[in-house]
T-cell receptor, first 115, second 112 residues
Framework: AQKVTQAQTEISVVEKEDVTLDCVYE???????LFWYKQPPSGELVFLIR??????QNEISGRYSWNFQKSTSSFNFTITASQVVDSAVYFC????????????FGTGTSLTVIP | DAGITQSPRHKVTETGTPVTLRCHQT?????MYWYRQDPGHGLRLIHY???????DKGEVSDGYSVSRSKTEDFLLTLESATSSQTSVYFC???????????FGPGTRLTVT
């Protein structure tokens, strides 16, 4: 079973639209960490955010915001007023540190922002 | 940007040959990781290291070995490459097990 599920394989939006990327995770650990990474067409992986399992506060950074809900095991990512530069593959990841140090990435969501 | 380099950046090799990929960091981070990225699978952890000579297996470790003799270097070896190991390999580093990881530029390996 997938530990991190990103059900949206590809999303296309028109510039300035808002878009939400979904991430659902599965773990039995009570302490874990969740991450989002961005992979632009150039191929590098860029860290966006880290969230630990005890902090359910939503976070906003400019046009980016994250909604963490333990009740639904979700850690969704919203881009407000999307721009062409947001076009990339976005990965959600889970770090389990209690049952064993393992790291799991989702399969990614490819976002295309159309000008 | 974190100082992480990978070498080679591209390699084509034949089935059955040994291959070693190198990851070098200048950040003095304790943790280093090797991932492979394949279409439809995202990134999958192969092995990681939590110190010099301390390594552990990841999700897809079969067919791979690693070594870390110095803090700054983490080597990934394919003892006998197979076509299923054609992939893009990423190295990553982090200061602790709880921290975000910073990734190298990747190595594209093709096994023919």
């Amino acid at each position: 079973a997938q530990k991190v599920t990103q059900a949206q394989t590809e999303i296309s939006v028109v510039e300035k639209e808002d878009v939400t990327l979904d991430c659902v995770y599965e773990t039995r650990d009570t302490t874990y960490y969740l991450f989002w990474y961005k992979q632009p067409p150039s191929g590098e992986l860029v860290f966006l955010i880290r969230r630990n399992s005890f902090d359910e506060q939503n976070e906003i950074s400019g046009r980016y915001s994250w909604n963490f809900q333990k009740s639904t095991s979700s850690f969704n990512f919203t881009i407000t007023a999307s721009q062409v530069v947001d076009s990339a593959v976005y990965f959600c990841a889970l770090s389990e540190v209690v049952t064993g140090n393992q790291f799991y990435f989702g399969t990614g969501t490819s976002l295309t922002v159309i000008p | 940007d974190a100082g992480i380099t990978q070498s080679p950046r591209h390699k084509v090799t034949e089935t059955g040959t040994p291959v070693t990929l190198r990851c070098h960091q200048t950040e003095n981070h304790r943790y280093m990781y090797w991932y492979r990225q394949d279409p439809g699978h995202g990134l999958r952890l192969i092995h990681y290291s939590y110190g010099v000579k301390d390594t552990d297996k990841g999700e897809v470790s079969d067919g791979y070995s690693v070594s870390r003799s110095k803090t700054e270097d983490f080597l990934l070896t394919l003892e006998s490459a197979t076509s299923s190991q054609t992939s893009v390999y990423f190295c990553a580093i982090s200061g602790s097990i709880y921290d975000e990881q910073y990734f190298g530029p990747g190595t594209r390996l093709t096994v023919t």
